[in-house]
C-alpha cells in the first residue's frame, strides 16, 4: 500500500546536514540480481550546525552489513533510509548492501539496459545504490572500484588503475552524489582528444554498443565544439583527463551530466544522416553541449537543494541556446525557442502544474524537471543580460564562478553575483523566480504632433498557490518603423516595472508603426492588436527577424480564429504576405521555412479559451486544413521554384545551410502533395538518400492518405534499428486523420515491436496520441481512455515516465462540460489505482486540483 499521506517537502525548511563527509570510496560486485556494494566514508561533524541527528538515505537495499570504526553497528532502518548513533568526531561508516539492477524497470539508481550497467542518480537515484546524505549540499570526492567480468568498466574522473575484471577511477572534484555514475559493459569507443586552453590532453570517447559504432561522428564533432566554445565565450577549460560520454537505449530523460561520464538517452546522441533528421541532429548538437556545460554551470557549482534546480538548468539552457545561435542561426534558433515555450511551457504555467521557476515545494523532485524551470528558467537569465548589458553579464559570470567554485548555491547567491557588478538592486527582478504564471502585456498607442506614446500594463492571472500577483521587471525591446519601412528609431529596451507605464518617443516626422518585444524579449503573453494591415506591414518590413516572423504568425492566429469562430475565409493579408516572403529568394531558406508555420492546435484552443469560448477540436482541425490547403493553391506557381531553389548538389552535411533549405523543400513538398494527391512526395521519398527527406515525404504521403505501401517498405528496411523505428511508431499516430488515431495508436500497441518498458517507445506511441489534438480529444473520450490504459499499466513499472505523461490531461479544463467529465473520469481512474506510485499521485492530483 502507499503511503497514507505522501510527504511535502518545503524550501523553507531547508537546514544543513549534519555532518560533512571528507571522502567516499565505493566497491561494486557486479551481478545482474545481487550486486554488492561496499562503501567507506569518511565523515565528520559539521562545525556550521548543532544538529547531529545521523539520518543516510536509502531506498530498495538490502543491507549485509553496518560498521562504524571497525566496530559492527544496527542501525534502525525503514524504507526511506536509517538511523544510527555516531560518535561526536569523525568516524569511519561502512556498509554492505545487495541491490538488484536486473529488475530496476525504473531506470533509476542501478540498472541495467540491453546487457550494460548503466545508473541515473539525479535527482534522489543514488539512495537506491547505497546508504548515503543523498542531497545536493553534500559533497565529497569519490573513489570508485568496479569488479565485473565485462570488457569496459567506467565510473566518473580519472581512471586510477585496472586489471583483469576490474577497474579503478579516482574524481579528485568534490560532487555530491547526484552525479555519480558507473558503466559496465560490452561497449565500442569513438575516441578523440582535446586540447584545453592551457595545453592540457584530454582523452575523449562516445561509447557505444556494437553495431551504433557508425553514428558517434557527429556527436563527437558536436562535444568538441562545445568544449572550444565554453573556452571561448566564458573562459572554462575542462578539468579532468578524460571525458567519457555513454549511450543507452533506456533512459527517462534526454541525457545526463555525471562529472566525466555523462550518459545519455541513445536518442539523443547517436547520428547518422541515414537514420536522423536535421532536427535530431541539432538537438544532438545541443544535449550535447547542455550536459558539456554543465561541467562548470552544475557540477563545478552547484546547487544546495533541489528548489534550486534553474539555478543549474535555467543558466545551462540558456548557455546552450547561446553556443546554438552562434553555431547555426540566431534568428532562426530564437524562434523555434518562442515557439516551443509557447508550446509547452505556458500551457504548464496557466494550468493546474503552474509552478515558479524556484518552487516553493514539492513531493517528487522528479516532477519538477520541468518547461518552467528549464526553459522559463532561461529566459529569465535572458532578461537579465537584456536589462543589465553584455558586458556586466560577462562580468557577474566571471564573479559567479570566483566566488562560488566548489559550493552548493542558492538563486540569492546568482542574483547577488549581478548585484555586486552592477550596483543595481535585483530585489523586483527576483518576482521572476518565485510567482508563477504567465504575464500578459498589453499595449495601447497615442500619436499626437510628432510623439508617440505607448502605454505598457501588465497583469498575470491568479495561480495554484498564489491569488495575487505583483508587478515583474518585464524588458519589452521596442523599435519604430516609418511609412516606407525604414527604421526611424531602433531596438530599445523598455524597462516595464510597474503595473502601468508610459513611453514617449518624440520628434517623428510621420506616424510610425512599432514593433514590440523584439527578439521575444521577454516570456510573456502581448496583448497588441494593430490592425491585420499594420501586420502585414510588419511582415513585410520589420527589421528585426523575430517580429517579422511574429507578424506573419499572428496574421495567421487571427485568419484561423476568424474562421473557426466564423467560418471566414482565409484572409488575403496573410496569404499575400506569405506569399511575398516566400518569394524573396534573398530570405535565408530556414526562416522562409518558419514563415509557413502555423500556430498548433492547442494554441489555438488556448486561445479560444483565452477569449471565453469553448474550444472544438474538429473546427480548429478543419480551419487549419483549409488554411493549408488555402495557401497551397496561394503558393501554387511558386512552389516549383521552392523545390528547385532547395536542391542541394554537395554532399549531404548536418549544417544549417543544408538543413534549412531541406526544411523549407519539405515545407514546399507538403504544400504541393495537397494539390497533386501526393505524386511528387512518392518520387522524393523514392529517391530519398537521407532521413529528412525520406520522413518528410512518408509524412506528406500518410496525410494525403496514402503511403501504407511506402510505410511497409519503411519498416522492412529500418526493423533493425530502435531509434528509426521510434520514428516509424510515432508518425502513423500524428498523421493519422481525426477519426483514425486512436484506433492507430491502439493497433500500435498490439504491434511486436512495441517494448512498452522503453521509454523512447512508449512516448514514441503515446505521446504522438496525446500531440494528435483532434484525434486525441474523440467526442466519445477514446483518446483519453486508451492513454490512461497505458498510464495505468506503466506506473508499476516506471514511475517517473508515467508521471511525466500525465501532463497531457492538463489542459481538461479548456474543453467542454462532456469532454471534461470523460477526462476527469480517467484522471480518476488513474488515481484509484492501488500502490499507485507517488509520482503519479502527485502529478494527477494537482491536475485534478
Ligand atoms: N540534469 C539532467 C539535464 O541535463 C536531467 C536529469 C534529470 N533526470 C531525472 N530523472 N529527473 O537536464
Ligand atoms: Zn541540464
Not at 508518425?731 to 515491436?753: G, K, N, Y
Amino acid at each position: 500500500m502507499r503511503d497514507a499521506a505522501p510527504t511535502t517537502i518545503y524550501l523553507k525548511d531547508y537546514t544543513p546536514f549534519g555532518y560533512l563527509v571528507d571522502s567516499v570510496h565505493l566497491t561494486f560486485d557486479l551481478a545482474d540480481h545481487a550486486t554488492r556494494v561496499t562503501s567507506r566514508i569518511a565523515f565528520r561533524p559539521n562545525p556550521e550546525t548543532t544538529d547531529r541527528t545521523f539520518f543516510l538515505h536509502g531506498e530498495e537495499l538490502t543491507l549485509v552489513r553496518a560498521v562504524i570504526d571497525g566496530i559492527e553497528v544496527t542501525p534502525s532502518i525503514t524504507d526511506k533510509g536509517l538511523t544510527v548513533d555516531v560518535p561526536d568526531a569523525p568516524f569511519i561508516w561502512e556498509s554492505v548492501v545487495e541491490i538488484d539492477p536486473g529488475n530496476n524497470t525504473a531506470l533509476e539508481g542501478l540498472y541495467m539496459s540491453n546487457g550494460m550497467y548503466c545508473t541515473q542518480c539525479e535527482a534522489e537515484g543514488f539512495r537506491k545504490i547505497t546508504y548515503y546524505p543523498d542531497r545536493p549540499d553534500v559533497m565529497s570526492t569519490f573513489t570508485v572500484r568496479i569488479n565485473g567480468n565485462l570488457p569496459v568498466l567506467l565510473s566518473n574522473g580519472n581512471p586510477s588503475g585496472k586489471g583483469d575484471g576490474w577497474a579503478e577511477w579516482t574524481d579528485p572534484w568534490p560532487k555530491p552524489a547526484y552525479l555519480f555514475a558507473l558503466v559496465a559493459g560490452d561497449l565500442i569507443a569513438h575516441p578523440d582528444r582535446f586540447t584545453t586552453m592551457s595545453g592540457r590532453e584530454v582523452e575523449l570517447n562516445l561509447w557505444v554498443r556494437p553495431g551504433d559504432e557508425g553514428k558517434c561522428a557527429f556527436g563527437m564533432e558536436a562535444l568538441k565544439k562545445s568544449m572550444k566554445w565554453d573556452e571561448d565565450v566564458y573562459g572554462r577549460e575542462y578539468d579532468l583527463d578524460v571525458f567519457n560520454i555513454v549511450a543507452v537505449d533506456d533512459f527517462n530523460m534526454g541525457a545526463m551530466e555525471n562529472k566525466g561520464l555523462n550518459i545519455f538517452n541513445s536518442s539523443a546522441v547517436l547520428a547518422s544522416p541515414e537514420t536522423s533528421t536535421d532536427v535530431n541532429f541539432e538537438r544532438i548538437e545541443a544535449i550535447i553541449a547542455h550536459e558539456y556545460f554543465h561541467n562548470w554551470t552544475g557540477n563545478r557549482i552547484t546547487c544546495r537543494d533541489w528548489f534550486q534546480l534553474c539555478l543549474k538548468e535555467g543558466l545551462t539552457v540558456f548557455r546552450d541556446a547561446q553556443f546554438t545561435s552562434d553555431m547555426r542561426s540566431a534568428p532562426v534558433k530564437r524562434i523555434h525557442d518562442a515557439i516551443d515555450l509557447r508550446a509547452r511551457q505556458f500551457p504548464e504555467d496557466n494550468g493546474p502544474l503552474s509552478h515558479p521557476v524556484r518552487p516553493e515545494s514539492f513531493q517528487e523532485i522528479n516532477n519538477f524537471y520541468t518547461a518552467t524551470v528549464y526553459e522559463k528558467g532561461a529566459e529569465v537569465i535572458g532578461m537579465l543580460k537584456r536589462l543589465v548589458g553584455d558586458e556586466a553579464y560577462s562580468k557577474a559570470l566571471d564573479l559567479y564562478f570566483d566566488r562560488h567554485d566548489g559550493q552548493a548555491c542558492t538563486i540569492e547567491d546568482w542574483i547577488k553575483v549581478f548585484e555586486d557588478t552592477t550596483d543595481r538592486d535585483l530585489s523586483q527582478f527576483k518576482r521572476w523566480y518565485s510567482q508563477s504564471g504567465t504575464p500578459r502585456v498589453s499595449v495601447t498607442e497615442d500619436w499626437t504632433d510628432g510623439t508617440l506614446t505607448l502605454t505598457l500594463s501588465q497583469r498575470s492571472e491568479p495561480t495554484p498557490g498564489q491569488s495575487r500577483k505583483l508587478p515583474h521587471v518585464i524588458p519589452v525591446a521596442v523599435g519604430l518603423l516609418g511609412p516606407n519601412g525604414d527604421e526611424v528609431h531602433a531596438t530599445q529596451v523598455l524597462e516595464l516595472t510597474e503595473a502601468e507605464q508610459s513611453f514617449q518617443f518624440t520628434g517623428l516626422a510621420a506616424k510610425p508603426v512599432a514593433s514590440i518585444l523584439r527578439d521575444f524579449s521577454a516570456p510573456v503573453i502581448l496583448e497588441h492588436d494593430p490592425s491585420n494591415t499594420e501586420r502585414a506591414f510588419l511582415l513585410a518590413h520589420d527589421t528585426d527577424p523575430f517580429n517579422r516572423w511574429q507578424a506573419g504568425r499572428s496574421l495567421a492566429q487571427d485568419t484561423l480564429l476568424r474562421m473557426i469562430r466564423q467560418d471566414a475565409t482565409p484572409d488575403a493579408d496573410y496569404l499575400d504576405g506569405i506569399l511575398a516572403v516566400l518569394r524573396d529568394g534573398d530570405l535565408d531558406p530556414a526562416y522562409r521555412a518558419l514563415m509557413l508555420g502555423l500556430p498548433t492546435h492547442s494554441e489555438l484552443a488556448a486561445e479560444l479559451f483565452d477569449a471565453g469560448d469553448t474550444p472544438d477540436p474538429m473546427a480548429i482541425w478543419t480551419a487549419v486544413e483549409t488554411l493549408r490547403q488555402a495557401t497551397a493553391q496561394h503558393l501554387q506557381d511558386l512552389l516549383p521554384r521552392l523545390h528547385s531553389e532547395t536542391l542541394i548538389d554537395t554532399p549531404f552535411s548536418p549544417n544549417a545551410e543544408q538543413a534549412g533549405k531541406r526544411s523549407l523543400g519539405g515545407a514546399a513538398l507538403s504544400l504541393t502533395s495537397r494539390l497533386d494527391g501526393g505524386s511528387k512526395a512518392a518520387e522524393e521519398y523514392a529517391a530519398a538518400d537521407n532521413m529528412t527527406l525520406q520522413l518528410t515525404a512518408l509524412s506528406c504521403l500518410l496525410r494525403t492518405g496514402k503511403g501504407q505501401d511506402e510505410l511497409s517498405a519503411f519498416y522492412d528496411q529500418w526493423q533493425h534499428d530502435r531509434l528509426v523505428m521510434d520514428k516509424w511508431f510515432g508518425l502513423q499516430v500524428s498523421m493519422a486523420a481525426p477519426a483514425a488515431t486512436v484506433d492507430t495508436a491502439r493497433a500500435l500497441t498490439e504491434h511486436t515491436d512495441f517494448n512498452w518498458k522503453n521509454p523512447n517507445r512508449f512516448r514514441a506511441v503515446m505521446g504522438a496520441l496525446a500531440m494528435n489534438h483532434a484525434g486525441f480529444h474523440r467526442a466519445d473520450g477514446a483518446g483519453y481512455a486508451l492513454l490512461a490504459d497505458w498510464l495505468i499499466r506503466l506506473d508499476p513499472v516506471n514511475p517517473q515516465t508515467t508521471a511525466r505523461m500525465c501532463s497531457a490531461f492538463q489542459i481538461w479544463k479548456r474543453y467542454d462540460a462532456d469532454r471534461q467529465d470523460l477526462i476527469r473520469a480517467q484522471l480518476n481512474r488513474i488515481l484509484e489505482t492501488p500502490n499507485l506510485s507517488r509520482d503519479t499521485t502527485e502529478m494527477v492530483s494537482r491536475i485534478l486540483g
